[in-house]
């Protein structure tokens, strides 16, 4: 009975010390290391989360005509996971922060835009209509909120991963939408991403290098689409612990034996 | 010294700007020439105009030929394209025949045969831009035809108008970009909500400072959100919970404004095909190449060719093309001819006659172009003999050689 009553008040003690520390103001850093970090980090994390896009799913996320509804929902969900699941397990575990996904997303954004419209419509002089780029805001949002209910990376890897594919179809299906339209072109029945993609040239991209949906006779009950987003999601589970991964030993790791030797 | 150093700084950066009308290039040159001249000849290659006002067409006729020449090391050509190289869309696709055939995509192909395409282009980017038609064949890459600058003069601005199957006129340049921009920043809103809530602490609470934090965290398991130490609260919680209802909202407002807007979708269309042949050309001889010489120094190419008329009726040699160069017969070349060779002797060869032909090829582009080099591992030249009888009636033949190069 003592020894419970000791364990309950040793607790205690922790907590208040805890507590304590948790509210503890400091001298020169405080606040304005959270401004200097935040800031200066989101160059870092914009850019490696644009790169790491365009090295897997690159040409999906430029040109609407590759914006399909069988490679898009696999490749790019998948592609876009990496980077916010590392920064996902980097702030809840320095701070409790449900945040690296959506803070990932929204510097990926501005980083995107910067690109798209600077580069790609200002300097080469491709409308923004043609290579306007996804988002994953909602997508992060979800995938954070899944973090701060289950508080579990195993199981927002399973259910945060599906809802993120889902979720990355949903909020970027909208924007599609009118470039999904059929017209008559060169005598064809074709989208109008299809004219964007066949009129705007890509001189070092021949067509045939496009890779999406062309007819198979495995489509599964002919619903290429949600085929797609189920095997998508399967795939981003895998994404996510890649991302894991990357922030558990090539992030944390070195930290943690920087700090130990010295 | 200083001013020395920095005169030789001035005089290098002027140097390297001298470099630039090199730059203007599409990267054709840095293709290996033994590669350019057996996989794909270009010729007949004509541009309709060499001005154009924004809007205004231009029309690009020519014929790719896959010769029989095609290097095995490339794989077996099944797939090619049609199509322009230029700096950026500059100019915009309007229709591309092959063979007659409209071709939107890419077109199934066959090594040996030849390729009729006309490419009509309307000027979008005022400027002065090169332009070249190109043939690409998946696994081997992009061969370049012959350029051409072409201007394009501002007309006060473009619009790139397309009727929809509904009836609506749209135009492509600004398509869909507004309702794109609505979305997506609206999302960059509730993104920026949630990341001010969770990193302001004058919004979201004391307990959102980071720099006070890791010290707890690394005495807490992970799993736990530490809500009795108040790392996360209640309201913490709550707010979240909005923020994502938000997002929710948003997800179906869109999901509903796009069926209603849209109501008639399909999915991305792909359109490849095998185009027809062409007529089977008479062939009016058979080439038997004996020996092949290159001169480095002077830039001159010599062939010794064996030509047999196969045809009922005297036929006269009438140029060399090879790659994205086609020589013609200089006695009979006019004064805008580009590039022409020495043919000895000269003359027609009778029907039934087998003559010897020397082929003297001396022309800067051999070296400017990269086209021969001693430096390869297969020093070689490849090509379409042209020949052509009194009616007018037009013969390719395909030769092949490897070079002696003169080296001393």
Redesign the interface.
Known sequence: MAATAQAISAAEA??QE??G????Q?RW???K??IV??ITAAFVVGAAADITKLLFAGDWDFWT?W???QWWPIISPFAFIIIPSALQYIQ????????GA??T??CM?LCSWVGRVFQWQGF???????V?PA?I??A???L??ML?KT???VLTSILGSMVWTL?FW??N???L????????????????????G????R??T?????L????TLRSFLEE?QYVSLVFGATLTVAGYWIGQAIARWLAIWPIGRFMKQF | MTHRLLISLLLGAVALLGTAVVASAHGENAQEGFLRMETVTFSNVNFSKDTIKQGEDLTITGKATLLDTWPKTLGEPSTGFVNITAPGPVMLMKDRLVNGMSAPDAIFVKKGNSYDFKLTLTGREPGRWHVHPTFAVEGAGTLIGPGQWITVLDAGGFTNNLTLLNGQSVNLETYGVGQMSIFQWLGFGLGMAWMLYWTVPAIGGANHRTVSKLPVTLRIPLNTDGQDIGLITKRDHRVSNLLLLGTVALLVVGWVYQSVSFPIKIPQQVFRFTPPDLPAAPQLAQVITRDASFDPQTSTLVMNVDVTNTSKAPITLKGFTTSSLTFVDQAAAGTGAEHVMVISPQGTIAAGETKTLNLTLRDPVWRDTRMIEVNRPRIEVAGQLLFQDASGTESQTTVASSVNPKLI
């Open positions: 922790e907590r805890l507590r520390l948790l509210h503890k400091y850093l405080d606040y290391f959270d970090f935040w005509d914006k399909d509804r809840w575990l320095a701070w409790r922060f449900p945040t959506t803070y997303a929204v954004f080469v002089s491709y409308p923004l209509a043609f306007w988002t805001i909602p992060g949002i979800f954070d909120w701060l508080k579990s990376f979720v949903t909020s299906y909208m924007t939408a009118p470039y999904l339209q059929p017209t008559q072109f060169m005598g064809h029945i074709l989208t109008v991403a299809d004219v964007q066949i009129q705007y040239l001189s070092q021949p067509e045939y290098l496009r999406v949906e062309n007819g290429t």
